[in-house]
């Protein structure tokens, strides 16, 4: 049976500022997607929040970037702007970037990712299928850069690289040029025999990310699908981060959840943060936490789920982040994030002059520009 999880994932209002979506929302969100499930346009859907963003995660029989799935979601999102105006809330709609989008969500503002697969518990490669849900909010599309770069790269930090004969078989990895605003330009990358190629391009996360990854002991299957596109080259201008999401397949011929967990120890540095115009380290946080911290620390979430073969959900899930063992390594962010942010807007602490180009600062260069003289030489 061949099933299709999508994950479609916006900012359409919160309370006091940037924090979270109301109660009121959700529900109003939720209500809606368990009627889809009961009309049958839904195998199953749950609905979550990380920071600002409500994220809806749905199964169902219609393919990618089905008009009907993608619609539905985006009525949703509309529906739910509503409440939020009702209540004065910030930001209503913030992230609807168009007033109706042509047959898909993708470019329109939210976003999106998906991946469809064969889901039967006679599967030889799959007899059952576990997958991970990473939602990030304050950051751009590159956030995922390295730590899948480091998923599916580096012995060092996947030991199934070495240990499982199908993972040692490599990847494939689609790579999207963000910048280009005339059409989507992507190039596909082998593993592990490019590895310093897929290098080159992840290193300038604001212009590359990766798009999707499939295995190559089973080219029929997609292991990650991410949200990467450039939402202010839709709108003409700068309209925020993408606050993108990741879904990465895991077990068996795929990377394991502690595998994929690892690299967020770091907390490495993205695009994002306050006004979306600095570099902060990520932190991992569980699912339905508030943007509450100083300096608007980019956040991500992750849940664990596991799809049984008609393509329902398990009736529990698992908050990846929502442990102890995940303290030590917040702590540790804050205070990469408290020394970094004392370099206040000078250099590296302020995100690249091509994302700078998208708010008011060119504005203010433009006129500093008229003022300028040349020196006569003495």
């Known amino acids: 049976m061949k099933i299709t999880f999508s994950v479609i994932k916006a900012d359409i209002g919160s309370i006091g500022g940037h924090t979270k979506p109301s109660e009121k929302m959700l529900e109003h969100i939720r209500s809606l997607v368990r009627a889809a499930v009961d009309q049958g346009l839904l195998i199953d859907g749950l609905v979550t929040y990380t920071g600002d963003d409500i994220a809806i995660m749905m199964s169902h029989t219609h393919g990618k970037n089905a008009e009907k799935i993608h619609m ?6 509309t529906s739910a702007t509503g409440v939020a105006a009702k209540h004065g809330l910030y930001g209503a709609g913030q992230d609807l970037l168009v007033d109706a989008p042509a047959g898909n969500v993708n470019g329109a503002g939210p976003a999106v990712a998906e991946i469809e697969f064969e889901r039967s518990d006679d599967n030889k490669d799959r007899p059952a299928e576990a997958f991970l849900v990473f939602a990030a909010d304050k950051c751009g599309p590159g956030a995922y850069n390295y730590p899948l770069y480091s998923i599916f790269c580096d012995p060092m930090r996947n030991g199934g690289l070495l240990l499982n004969p199908k993972l040692r078989k490599g990847f494939m990895v689609t790579v999207i040029d963000m910048e280009n605003k005339e059409g989507d330009r992507v190039i596909d990358i082998n593993l592990p025999e490019r590895i310093w ?4 391009l ?3 996360t604001d212009r590359y990310a990766i798009e999707k990854i499939r295995s190559r002991h089973a080219p029929e299957e997609q292991i990650a699908s991410i949200s990467a596109t450039r939402l202010h080259n839709v709108a003409g201008k700068y309209v925020g981060k993408d606050d993108p999401i990741a879904i990465v397949r895991t077990q068996g011929m795929f990377p394991a959840p502690e595998e994929a967990l690892e690299p967020f120890m770091l907390g490495h540095y993205v695009t994002g943060g306050a006004r979306g115009s600095h570099v ?22 992750c849940l664990a789920f596991s799809m049984d073969a008609t393509g329902k959900f398990t009736d529990e899930y698992v908050d990846m982040f929502d442990n102890v063992a995940w303290d030590h390594t917040r702590l540790k962010i804050q205070e990469k994030a408290e020394e970094w942010r004392r370099g206040g807007f000078i250099g590296a602490n302020m995100a690249s002059e091509a994302e700078l180009s998208y708010t008011g600062m060119v504005d203010s260069m433009e006129k500093l520009n008229q003022e300028f003289k040349i020196r006569p030489t003495s």
């Open 197 to 200: 190629d897929l290098a080159v």
């Open 280 to 301: 902060m380290p990520i932190m991992p946080v569980a699912i339905s936490t508030p943007v509450t911290g100083p300096y608007c620390l980019p956040l991500v979430s």
């Open 202 to 204: 992840l290193q300038n």
């Open 72 to 77: 539905f979601a985006w009525n949703l999102f």
